[in-house]
T-cell receptor, first 106, second 114 residues
Framework: GQNIDQPTEMTATEGAIVQINCTYQ??????LFWYQQHAGEAPTFLSY????GLEEKGRFSSFLSRSKGYSYLLLKELQMKDSASYLC???????FGTGTRLQVFP | SAVISQKPSRDICQRGTSLTIQCQVD?????MFWYRQQPGQSLTLIAT?????????ESGFVIDKFPISRPNLTFSTLTVSNMSPEDSSIYLC???????????FGEGSRLTVL
């Protein structure tokens, strides 16, 4: 079966660092995506991990451990505009997790 | 990258009717998918739209309720048949990019069934 878990909600303050975790159990695995979705908008791509380790892209980094079925998205220097839902998704068929709603406070 | 256009962007429909959502991609793509996103929830994969053959449906979704067409590599349609208020949702078309496997999304079609 397919099971992808994320925390439902998180809060943080502007300028801080937040880590959003994702654990997965899937029948197939080619890679793991992170998407950002603002309310009322379509999801937008943040990162894609195929191999174990950390991928850094500006203020956002994503980590993958295939043996543990675990990933996290790290957001640094948080800004108000980072308030959004963050979706973890696993291929080969792109199955999405429940999403984490992040609220950034001043 | 791929730019995806969906229409209608929103509609209000009566119970028992059907609505077809169109999805146009600005480049040829192999993989196209249809997702549903109910209020406050994440995305649920409905089906993979296969070019030249029947769509592949996920558990809980059937062809009679959600017929899908994929006549070529840039276009697909999803029909929501015999609608009920439970079908009120956002329906998203997506396509897989050719190089990285990144999934691009349309803006979604917000459907309200009265």
């Amino acid at each position: 079966g397919q099971n992808i878990d994320q925390p439902t909600e998180m809060t943080a303050t502007e300028g801080a660092i937040v880590q959003i975790n994702c654990t997965y159990q899937t029948s197939g695995f080619n890679g793991l995506f992170w998407y950002q979705q603002h309310a009322g908008e379509a999801p937008t791509f943040l990162s894609y991990n195929v191999l174990d380790g950390l991928e850094e892209k500006g203020r956002f980094s994503s980590f993958l451990s295939r043996s543990k079925g675990y990933s996290y998205l790290l957001l640094k220097e948080l800004q108000m505009k980072d308030s959004a839902s963050y979706l973890c998704a696993v291929t080969d068929k792109l199955i999405f997790g429940t999403g984490t709603r992040l609220q950034v406070f001043p | 990258s791929a730019v995806i256009s969906q229409k209608p962007s929103r509609d209000i429909c009566q119970r028992g009717t059907s609505l077809t959502i169109q999805c146009q991609v600005d480049s040829q793509v192999t993989m196209m998918f249809w997702y549903r996103q109910q209020p406050g929830q994440s995305l649920t994969l409905i089906a993979t739209a296969n070019q030249g053959s029947e769509a592949t449906y996920e558990s809980g979704f059937v062809i009679d309720k959600f017929p899908i067409s994929r006549p070529n590599l840039t276009f697909s349609t999803l029909t929501v048949s015999n609608m009920s208020p439970e079908d009120s949702s956002i329906y998203l078309c997506s396509a897989e990019g050719p190089d990285t496997g990144e999934l691009f999304f349309g803006e979604g079609s917000r459907l309200t069934v009265l």
